[in-house]
């Protein structure tokens, strides 16, 4: 095990300067929630009726074969595509559409979804860090352009949040000049400081060097102790059994199984997702 | 051989060739703001989910691509006052007819430099800046934009340069920016080489001070915490090739 960086307090209401959204409200409240979600991408049907929910404060692990829908759900959960059918419910209120005259569901437009999405974080799998900001300027942006705190506000949350997440000393730095881990450790920043309701995960590891893999899950593992609700397409199995509350295998758009992680990796019902553990150990 | 120094050094400080500069420079930047606008405009239509705006766009290219810059300014100049009236007028000059022509010349090759930007741009950028809830508006302008400008600098500075050079075609349509001005001297006192020689000058000393200005702005789009300052050119030209 490499020596990893300490990671502070994240959820911290004197640090964002306004109560955490994540954590507020009952525990066995649903915070997101898939109904029926239907995906196409011209003749090819990526998602078939996905139908989950993650109670607040809960980590939801999300496995399953490359190409099985796992991303495609989460960028629909995220607002980043629209839906053929089903819809993404946050708090119990349906986001994302609107209904029509007609009474059929249509998306809503480019500049509204944009405001709802401000309560879900995002982590990508490739960071996805803006190259002209420095480390700091990205932890920034959302709060000064979405957020519309003024910029020495923006600059004091931040710099404390990446300190939190061990980089104080890198925010001068541009994204080219960090580590894969520690970019991944700058976007996960990027998005807590946003304080949004959930977060969701896209195979956050997946493009580390394999010992950069533990500074970024240690990150994530603290969020998951706070209380944040989180969902997270992964391959690290170690990392579901430790953390996630429930686990969820998708394979060919559909979720197939959804279980507490003992009877997950103990005991699969389907003979699919003993398959895929068995290729994945 | 016959070069004479006193008439070549008069010329280069001659008011004429100084007012003849200052044309060309007018000219130069009008045309290129105008040019990248248009460009700008073009590359987004391009990049349009309607079919008529993108078919606008691409029309406007394939045109505008094809016919010689000479060609556009005699049809700006010559041709468009005989088809729209209004453009008789004394307001009508060389200059803004020239301005049109090298705009529109200009905008159908920025159009495809910065669309070549925009195509630059990795899909994960977009990406990432909607999911932090930014406007569609503020995608383009704080995320998109910066790193579209970094690598449509190099080109666009190309374009700026033949653009100072393609300038002197307005002196066909009698404006009076350098070229005129040394013709003018030329046809009345022979010594070609003199006269020439004093504008090749002025091109020289233009473009020179243009590529400092450029090496300044590249400097600016060095996304390094060391700043540029401590790079040497060769450097810099190398971080600007890896970062894509």
């Not at chain 1, 990893?4 to 954590?23: F, I, K, M, R, Y």
Request: charged letters at 20%; aromatic letters at 8%.
């Amino acid at each position: 095990m490499t020596q990893q960086p300490p990671v502070g307090h994240l959820l911290d209401e004197a640090l964002l300067g306004e109560p955490v959204a994540s954590t507020a409200g009952g525990a066995d409240e649903f915070v997101l929630e898939a109904v029926g979600l239907h995906k196409r991408y011209g003749h090819n049907e990526v998602l078939r009726g996905v139908t989950f929910g993650v109670q607040r404060g809960d980590v939801k692990a999300v496995l399953g074969p490359s190409g099985s829908g796992k991303s495609t759900m989460l960028r629909c959960l995220a607002l980043l595509e629209p839906v053929e059918s089903g819809e993404v419910r946050l708090e119990g209120r349906r986001i994302g559409v609107r209904e029509a005259r007609d009474g059929r569901l249509v998306s809503l437009p480019e500049r509204v979804l944009a405001r709802e999405r401000r309560e879900i974080g995002m982590v990508f799998q490739r960071f996805n860090l803006f190259p002209h900001l420095t480390a700091l300027g990205n932890v920034m942006i959302g709060l000064t352009e979405v957020r519309d705190r003024d910029r020495k506000e923006a600059r004091t949350i931040a710099q404390s949040m990446l300190a939190r997440v061990g980089l104080a000393e890198r925010e001068r730095f541009f994204p080219s000049e960090l580590s894969g881990g520690q970019q991944q450790r700058v976007a996960i920043a990027r998005a807590l400081v946003m304080n949004p309701k959930v977060m969701l995960f896209d195979e956050p590891t997946s493009a580390l060097d394999p010992e950069l893999v533990g500074e970024v899950l240690a990150v994530m593992e603290e969020l998951a102790r706070e209380g944040m609700t989180m969902v997270v397409v992964t391959h690290e199995v170690g990392f579901a059994k430790r953390v996630a509350d429930r686990v969820i295998m998708m394979d060919a758009g559909s979720i197939i199984e959804d279980a507490p992680p003992d009877e997950f990796f103990g005991n699969p019902r389907q003979e699919r997702t003993r398959k895929f553990l068995e290729a994945v150990d | 051989m016959e070069f004479d120094t006193s008439i070549f050094f008069e010329a280069l400080t001659s008011p004429a060739y100084l007012e003849g500069v200052q044309i060309t420079i007018a000219l130069t930047v009008v045309a290129m703001v105008f040019g990248l606008i248009l460009g700008l405009v073009v590359a987004l239509l391009r990049g349009s989910a309607n079919r008529v705006l993108r078919g606008i766009a691409w029309t406007y290219i394939w045109i505008f691509r094809a016919l010689p810059s000479l060609l556009l300014l005699f049809l700006v100049w010559d041709g468009l006052p005989q088809l729209v009236p209004a453009l008789k007028g004394d307001w009508f000059s060389a200059f803004i007819a020239a301005s049109v022509a090298l705009s529109i010349n200009e905008g159908a090759y920025a159009a495809e430099i910065i669309r070549g930007g925009l195509l630059s741009v990795d899909e994960g950028q977009r990406l990432a800046a909607r999911a932090l809830g930014l406007s569609p508006t503020k995608v383009f302008s704080k995320v998109i934009a910066p790193q579209m400008i970094r690598v449509t600098i190099p080109p666009l500075s190309n374009d700026f340069v033949s653009m100072l050079k393609l300038t002197s075609l307005a002196s066909v349509i009698s404006l009076q920016e350098l070229l005129a001005r040394s013709h003018s001297a030329v046809s009345t006192t022979f010594k070609f080489a003199e006269y020439y020689a004093a504008a090749a000058v002025y091109y020289l000393v233009l473009v020179s001070v243009f590529m400092v200005v450029q090496a300044q702005i590249e400097r600016r789009f060095v996304w390094m915490s060391q700043g540029s300052s401590g790079l040497s050119r060769v450097q810099r030209v190398r971080q600007f090739a890896t970062i894509r």
